[in-house]
Structures are given as structure tokens and as C-alpha cells.
């Protein structure tokens, strides 16, 4: 069973940054996609970014720029989202999602989620 869990989320102010790691454990290895998003009070979850095997990545235009992923490749169970500039409209839960098949076919449909981080943008 896998389990991923999320940390570094908090308060900051507009303009600061924040980073956010997820770990996945259980069977790490079996991860083809892994993706982070968001909701933010009153709203639907939005996705923020998904990560294929291969690297390839899909981001949402309203962070581009600012968000930027990393994945440890020592421990391929590890991404972190770095984001900067960040805005009142970042605020909300994100969460670490991920799936044992291909992005094309998690999308929309992912099967492992963490428990969610709060991000707090104050303007």
C-alpha cells in the first residue's frame, strides 16, 4: 500500500515562499505519475502539476514561472514543490497525489493521495 505525505506548507506573505516535499513510502517504486494540487476554500481542486516517469511535466498557466519541481532521483519516492512569488490566490490545501499508471491515464483519476498541507498566502 502506498502512502504519501505531504509537509511545508504555512503562512507567508505575499511575495515570499514556501517548499513542499511529498514522500511516498509502501511501493514507491511502482509510481509512474506524480502530481501536486490544490484547493482553495469554496473551490473544486485544481491540478498544479503532474510529473510523468519520463520527466515530462504539465503545469498550470497561473504558476508558471513561479512553481518549479524537483524530484530526488537518489530517492525517487521524494517531490518537492517549490514555489515562489506567491500570491493570496495560492492559498488553499495542497496535496501530493500519485498512480501506478502513466500520467495520460492517471489524469483525473489519480489512486494514492496525501493527506493535504495548508498554504497560506496573507496579501
Known amino acids: 500500500q502506498v502512502q504519501l505525505v505531504e509537509s511545508g506548507g504555512g503562512s507567508v506573505k505575499a511575495g515570499g515562499s514556501l517548499r513542499l516535499s511529498c514522500t511516498a513510502s509502501?511501493?514507491?517504486?511502482?509510481?509512474?505519475?506524480l502530481g501536486w494540487f490544490r484547493q482553495a476554500p469554496g473551490k473544486e481542486r485544481e491540478e498544479v502539476i503532474i510529473i510523468d516517469r519520463d520527466g515530462s511535466a504539465t503545469i498550470v498557466d497561473s504558476v508558471k514561472g513561479r512553481f518549479t519541481f524537483s524530484k530526488d532521483n537518489r530517492k525517487s519516492n521524494t517531490l518537492s514543490l517549490q514555489m515562489n512569488s506567491l500570491k493570496p490566490d495560492d492559498t488553499g490545501i495542497y496535496y501530493c497525489?500519485?498512480?501506478?499508471?502513466?500520467?495520460?491515464?492517471?489524469?483525473?483519476?489519480?489512486?494514492?493521495w496525501g493527506q493535504g498541507t495548508q498554504v497560506t498566502v496573507a496579501s
Open positions: 497525489a500519485a498512480d501506478r499508471r502513466r500520467c495520460a491515464q492517471a489524469r483525473g483519476r489519480f489512486n494514492y
Open positions: 509502501g511501493l514507491p517504486y511502482v509510481l509512474q505519475c
